[in-house]
């Protein structure tokens, strides 16, 4: 069974910083994009970045929302993937999910459960 | 980016209806176009992929078409369990896009 599971969630004070991790099992996961999807209280999902298999050169790519401030990274290793945010925002408050990339079509196949951060002072 | 415009933005029906979800995106992306249904306090779960294809375990009363710009995501006969939110999202660029999603309420 597919599992993503997401941890690290917290309440920061802005322009601090906060790593999430996204523990995978299930799936060979060095194989596999991993993304990160937030969804604001009430709002709609927004995309916010992947990272790409050692195969695809653990190529990433960003949101322009959080471009030069969130970096994701992952450990084959230890089936995990980060996603490290700094500076954050008021409006960086969300859920943050964990999603595997399908193969062909640029689909979002497995999804983890979702954890929360809040950005308050 | 990409854009994508789903309608309506919320839509009431009753069970056993046959309801059609329309998602457009600014512009061409073939076929890679992806339906999410999202129940309050879950993550989404992928219902369709590559415009038409049926997720692995999803019912078949879900159906999707469309290429290029224009999507439809049709659920036949409306069962308790598919009320909910579902978003479109693009696949075609590095950027990934949602639709801002189309809620479906019981009437």
């Known amino acids: 069974e597919v599992q993503l599971v997401e941890s690290g969630g917290d309440l920061v004070q802005p322009g601090e910083s906060l790593k999430l991790s996204c523990a995978a099992s299930?799936?060979?996961?060095?194989?596999?994009?991993i993304h990160w999807v937030r969804q604001a209280s009430g709002k709609g999902l927004e995309w916010i970045g992947r990272i790409r298999s050692k195969a695809n050169n653990y190529a990433t790519a960003y949101a322009a929302s959080v471009n030069g401030r969130f970096t994701i990274s992952r450990d084959d290793s230890q089936n995990t993937a980060y996603l490290q945010m700094n500076s954050l925002k008021t409006e960086d408050t969300a859920i943050y999910y964990c999603?595997?990339?399908?193969?062909?079509?640029?689909?979002?196949?497995?999804w983890g459960q979702g954890i929360l951060v809040t950005v308050s002072s | 980016d990409i854009q994508m415009t789903q309608s309506p933005s919320s839509l009431s029906a009753s069970v056993g209806d046959r309801v059609t979800f329309t998602c457009r995106a600014s512009q061409t992306i073939d076929k890679y176009l992806n339906w999410y249904q999202q129940k309050p306090g879950k993550a989404p779960k992928l219902l369709i992929y590559?415009?038409?294809s049926l997720e692995s375990g999803v019912p078949s009363r879900f159906s999707g078409s469309g290429s290029g710009t224009d999507f439809t995501l049709t659920i036949s006969r409306l069962q308790p369990e598919d009320f909910a939110t579902y978003y479109c999202?693009?696949?075609?660029?590095?950027?990934?896009?949602f639709g801002q999603g189309t809620k479906l309420e019981i009437k």
């Open positions: 999202q693009q696949g075609s660029t590095i950027i990934r896009t």
């Open positions: 590559a415009a038409s």
């Open positions: 999603a595997r990339g399908g193969s062909s079509f640029g689909h979002f196949a497995s």
């Open positions: 299930g799936f060979t996961f060095s194989g596999s994009s």
